[in-house]
Nanobody, 124 residues
Framework: QVQLVESGGGLVQAGGSLRLSCAVSGRTFSNYAMGWFRQAPGKERESVAS????????YYADSVKGRFTVSRDNAKKTVYLQMNNLKPEDTAVYYCAARSGVGYYYTVGSYDYWGQGTQVTVSS
């Protein structure tokens, strides 16, 4: 069984930064592609960024390109989302997700395992 635990959310002013972490239990973290998603109140869950097993391939939603960076440390079984120049529209619950497989994936239905989420609130 794979368990994911996000951390690092909080309240920040517009223009500020946060780094989210997602710690993954299980013995085969390096076999999992990882994704970050977010869900704002009243909206559907949407993809933010994703990263392949090895970390050499990444995907970003257009809304976060140039501001967010996804990375992973396979030795620590952790994936990160560095968020810079945050905007009020980035306010949401952020989730990490995992699935086995080569490449990266950016649809909700592609992922098998999900964390509980961490709240990010950006004030104007």
């Amino acid at each position: 069984q794979v368990q994911l635990v996000e951390s690092g959310g909080g309240l920040v002013q517009a223009g500020g930064s946060l780094r989210l972490s997602c710690a993954v239990s299980g013995r085969t973290f390096s076999n999992y592609a990882m994704g970050w998603f977010r869900q704002a109140p009243g909206k559907e869950r949407e993809s933010v960024a994703s990263i392949s097993m090895s970390g050499d391939s990444t995907y970003y939603a257009d809304s976060v390109k140039g501001r967010f960076t996804v990375s992973r440390d396979n030795a620590k079984k952790t994936v990160y989302l560095q968020m810079n120049n945050l905007k009020p529209e980035d306010t949401a619950v952020y989730y990490c997700a995992a699935r086995s497989g080569v490449g990266y994936y950016y649809t909700v239905g592609s992922y098998d395992y999900w964390g509980q989420g961490t709240q990010v609130t950006v004030s104007s």
